[in-house]
């Protein structure tokens, strides 16, 4: 049990009292009435709806609430998204998970097993087909994919948090939309390379082939003006 006091009487509670994930909390009328927390109900249901928000608890009609395992990626992506809104750039979070998977990318690869590789050739092949078959589909599942495969192993919240974050990032501000068929080659190509290295075990070969190919799109001609714009 944690001395660590959250600011929130309702969170304290949840970790006072030992609630692990797919535990069910007791109702609101039970957290009010039985004196668990000495707090109105509608003070319980402020509190209760920024654990949802954080992804802490799970609020289901049939199953009440219960507790879910900890991930970092809410508080994350809501905090980042409320930043965009607010005129920060995208930019700028990109280069905070460039320098996030760069720092664990040799640690992340000697984790990876057969199974893990094959699924990201799967992604290449599926991004390949994508892009040979009229008409084309920007393979953007693959490439959230392909990344996120490479840290799958790593016990770290807050790593993973920040790279799952920034794929949805990615995809609200919507970078995807704005790139052109060259462009997507060279993606692509540069991720067959680095599976190459990885399954060689050149991770660094492989790390140096990754941070060359985060700097395409600010280098790619065709995307200078909606650049400009977005700030990148």
Same mark, same amino acid.
């Given at each position: 049990?944690?001395?660590?006091?959250?600011?929130?009487?309702?969170?304290?509670?949840?970790? %006072?009292? #030992?609630?692990?994930? #797919?535990? %069910?909390?007791?109702?609101?009328?039970?957290?009010?009435?039985?004196?668990?927390?000495?707090?109105?109900?509608?003070? @319980?249901? &402020?509190?209760?709806?920024?654990?949802?928000?954080? $992804?802490?608890?799970? *609020?289901?009609?049939?199953? #009440?609430?219960?507790?879910?395992?900890?991930?970092?990626?809410?508080? *994350?992506? !809501?905090?980042?998204?409320?930043?965009?809104?607010?005129?920060?750039?995208?930019?700028?979070?990109?280069?905070?998970?460039?320098? *996030? &998977?760069?720092?664990?990318?040799?640690?992340?690869?000697?984790? !990876?097993? $057969?199974?893990?590789?094959?699924?990201?050739?799967?992604?290449?092949?599926?991004?390949?087909?994508?892009?040979?078959?009229?008409?084309?589909?920007?393979?953007?599942?693959?490439?959230?994919?392909?990344? =996120?495969?490479?840290?799958?192993?790593? &016990?770290?919240?807050?790593?993973? $948090?920040? =790279?799952?974050?920034? /794929?949805?990032?990615?995809?609200? @501000?919507?970078?995807?939309?704005?790139?052109?068929?060259?462009? !997507?080659?060279?993606? /692509?190509?540069?991720?067959?390379?680095?599976?190459? !290295?990885?399954?060689?075990?050149?991770?660094?070969?492989? %790390?140096?082939?990754?941070?060359?190919?985060?700097?395409?799109? %600010?280098?790619?001609?065709?995307?200078?003006? /909606?650049?400009?714009?977005?700030?990148?």
């Amino acid at each position: 049990m944690s001395d660590i006091n959250l600011g929130s009487d309702f969170l304290n509670f949840i970790i %006072r009292q #030992g609630f692990q994930p #797919g535990d %069910r909390l007791p109702s609101i009328q039970e957290l009010t009435g039985d004196a668990h927390l000495d707090m109105s109900a509608n003070k @319980v249901r &402020e509190q209760l709806e920024v654990a949802r928000m954080m $992804g802490w608890v799970e *609020v289901r009609s049939k199953r #009440g609430t219960r507790i879910k395992e900890y991930a970092f990626t809410p508080a *994350v992506r !809501l905090s980042a998204l409320y930043a965009l809104a607010c005129g920060e750039r995208f930019e700028s979070f990109a280069s905070l998970r460039n320098h *996030v &998977e760069a720092a664990y990318w040799n640690e992340a690869c000697a984790l !990876l097993n $057969g199974a893990d590789l094959d699924s990201m050739q799967d992604c290449i092949d599926s991004a390949n087909q994508k892009l040979d078959s009229p008409p084309i589909h920007i393979p953007n599942p693959e490439h959230r994919q392909f990344h =996120l495969l490479v840290f799958r192993h790593l &016990e770290n919240p807050f790593v993973l $948090g920040i =790279l799952e974050a920034y /794929w949805d990032l990615y995809e609200e @501000v919507g970078v995807n939309r704005y790139m052109d068929y060259s462009y !997507l080659r060279q993606v /692509w190509d540069y991720h067959s390379r680095i599976l190459q !290295l990885i399954r060689s075990g050149d991770f660094e070969q492989a %790390r140096g082939a990754f941070i060359e190919h985060t700097s395409l799109l %600010r280098y790619e001609p065709n995307n200078a003006s /909606w650049a400009m714009e977005r700030g990148i």
